[in-house]
């Protein structure tokens, strides 16, 4: 009886060994696979054969990336045939793209994670090194357009946190076609006068929270495309940078619209614009539906509050045109600070789509110590609490 008492628990101290074994995580470091953290020997195809071992992984998997810089060229991390729906990026050190612009500028993308569930990325430092593309740019020189640093595509249930992404060529970080994304504790930066660089870019995807981050960039701190439905951003530094920006929208005629946005709690420091809506003026079918801007500081910020529904870069394509966007239930609640022009409230909405169902609450904004002007054309809405400048609407 003793005997078969014995083996019994000893098949089960067996099988809890067995089960454990096979649901502990595994981890694949870059330097025990080959790669040098020297900044100049390409370890492109050890991160790569990192992901083949962490996909190919029955239990959760970590690719380790240790102190150091890592030479990486483009990287496509494709999750289509993982059977892993944990697997943790984990950075101590810094990824360094080719100092020559041309190795990834005709990529599109420096690193690309496309149809992966449950991959986190966390810490750690990417260096676009973009800054000989941006004077390639600026000096109207034939460039190529450049790479986004790291792009999530077609995936789900991804964590971006304590990320720093340094000038990028193009994009920082793009979210595309994504459900469930989390960003948080994310650290942007690239100069003032850097094109295209903007910091992050959400479209065509819904569920993404971007928290607790500090964007410092040349073109808009976070970008808001076609598609975008419930998405939530709190706690944002901006500036320098364009703002936070719901578009620009209605750039072909068939577009998904942007839906149940929530921005709060954000600073924007000598920004070009605050919180902007913009789009094409030009027939579309694409909208924006319930917008909340809400607690927001401006310091020396050039636009504030800005609906612009007449973009139209170089007046081609669009010139006389009216926006088909439709712009509706967009709140504006506790902003407050200063503007760099006089006008810090300006709604140009399209002449056959008016905006609709504008609501200001509780608005302070000056210009040099002067109650700052507004500005309405084919707006509609209301004003409460306490309001300046004075709505035009």
Same mark, same amino acid.
């Given at each position: 009886?003793?005997?078969?008492?014995?083996?019994?628990?000893?098949?089960?101290?067996?099988f809890?060994?067995?089960?454990?074994?096979?649901?502990?995580?595994?981890?694949?470091?870059?330097?025990?696979?080959?790669?040098?953290?020297d900044g100049?020997?390409?370890?492109t195809?050890?991160f790569?054969?990192?992901?083949?071992s962490?996909?190919?992984?029955?239990?959760?998997?970590?690719?380790?990336?240790p102190?150091?810089?890592?030479?990486?060229?483009?990287?496509?991390f494709?999750?289509?045939?993982c059977?892993?729906?944990a697997?943790?990026?984990?950075?101590?050190?810094?990824?360094?793209? $080719?100092?020559?612009?041309?190795?990834?500028g005709?990529?599109?993308?420096?690193?690309?994670?496309?149809?992966?569930?449950?991959?986190?990325?966390?810490?750690?430092?990417?260096?676009?090194?973009?800054?000989?593309?941006?004077?390639?740019k600026?000096?109207?020189?034939?460039? $190529?357009?450049g790479?986004?640093?790291?792009?999530?595509?077609?995936?789900?249930?991804?964590?971006?946190?304590?990320?720093?992404s340094?000038n990028?060529?193009?994009?920082?970080?793009?979210?595309?076609?994504?459900?469930n994304?989390?960003?948080?504790?994310?650290k942007?930066?690239?100069?003032?006068d850097?094109?295209n660089?903007?910091?992050?870019?959400v479209?065509?995807?819904?569920?993404?929270?971007?928290?607790?981050?500090?964007?410092?960039?040349?073109?808009?701190?976070?970008?808001?495309?076609?598609?975008?439905?419930?998405?939530?951003?709190e706690?944002?530094?901006?500036?320098?940078?364009?703002?936070?920006?719901?578009?620009?929208?209605?750039?072909?005629?068939?577009?998904p619209?942007?839906?149940n946005?929530?921005?709060?709690t954000?600073?924007f420091?000598?920004?070009?614009?605050g919180?902007?809506?913009?789009?094409?003026g030009?027939p579309?079918?694409?909208f924006?539906?319930?917008?909340l801007?809400?607690?927001?500081?401006?310091?020396?910020?050039?636009?504030?509050?800005v609906?612009?529904?007449?973009?139209?870069?170089?007046?081609?394509?669009?010139?006389?045109?009216?926006?088909?966007?439709?712009?509706s239930?967009?709140?504006?609640?506790d902003?407050?600070?200063?503007?760099?022009?006089?006008?810090a409230?300006?709604?140009?909405c399209?002449?056959?789509? $008016?905006?609709?169902?504008?609501?200001?609450?509780?608005?302070?904004?000056?210009?040099?110590?002067?109650?700052a002007?507004?500005?309405?054309?084919?707006?509609?809405?209301?004003?409460?609490?306490?309001v300046?400048p004075?709505?035009?609407?």
């Amino acid at each position: 009886m003793v005997k078969h008492i014995n083996h019994i628990v000893l098949s089960l101290i067996l099988f809890t060994f067995m089960y454990l074994s096979s649901s502990a995580s595994v981890t694949y470091d870059v330097v025990s696979l080959g790669a040098k953290a020297d900044g100049q020997t390409d370890s492109t195809q050890f991160f790569l054969s990192a992901w083949t071992s962490a996909c190919g992984s029955a239990s959760p998997a970590t690719i380790y990336v240790p102190q150091g810089r890592f030479l990486v060229k483009s990287a496509h991390f494709n999750g289509g045939h993982c059977k892993n729906n944990a697997i943790t990026v984990r950075i101590d050190g810094t990824l360094v793209a $080719p100092s020559d612009y041309n190795i990834i500028g005709k990529d599109g993308n420096w690193l690309i994670f496309e149809a992966v569930n449950g991959v986190s990325v966390l810490g750690g430092t990417l260096d676009g090194q973009g800054t000989s593309l941006w004077s390639c740019k600026r000096s109207g020189k034939s460039c $190529p357009s450049g790479a986004t640093s790291l792009e999530f595509s077609n995936s789900k249930n991804v964590v971006i946190s304590g990320l720093t992404s340094l000038n990028s060529q193009m994009f920082h970080i793009v979210i595309n076609s994504c459900q469930n994304v989390k960003v948080q504790g994310v650290k942007v930066s690239a100069s003032s006068d850097s094109p295209n660089t903007d910091g992050i870019h959400v479209e065509q995807s819904s569920g993404v929270t971007i928290m607790s981050s500090t964007i410092k960039t040349g073109d808009d701190c976070i970008s808001i495309g076609p598609g975008a439905t419930n998405l939530w951003i709190e706690n944002i530094a901006c500036g320098p940078g364009h703002g936070i920006s719901i578009g620009s929208l209605g750039k072909d005629l068939q577009e998904p619209g942007v839906q149940n946005v929530t921005v709060k709690t954000v600073t924007f420091t000598g920004t070009q614009n605050g919180v902007r809506i913009k789009s094409w003026g030009r027939p579309s079918r694409g909208f924006v539906k319930g917008a909340l801007f809400q607690h927001c500081v401006m310091v020396n910020v050039q636009n504030p509050i800005v609906i612009d529904q007449n973009y139209c870069p170089g007046e081609e394509h669009c010139p006389d045109q009216a926006s088909g966007v439709k712009i509706s239930d967009v709140t504006y609640q506790d902003i407050h600070g200063t503007s760099a022009t006089e006008v810090a409230v300006k709604f140009d909405c399209s002449s056959k789509n $008016p905006c609709s169902g504008i609501v200001l609450e509780d608005v302070k904004l000056t210009y040099q110590d002067k109650a700052a002007e507004s500005s309405c054309a084919n707006a509609d809405g209301s004003a409460s609490g306490f309001v300046i400048p004075s709505s035009c609407l």
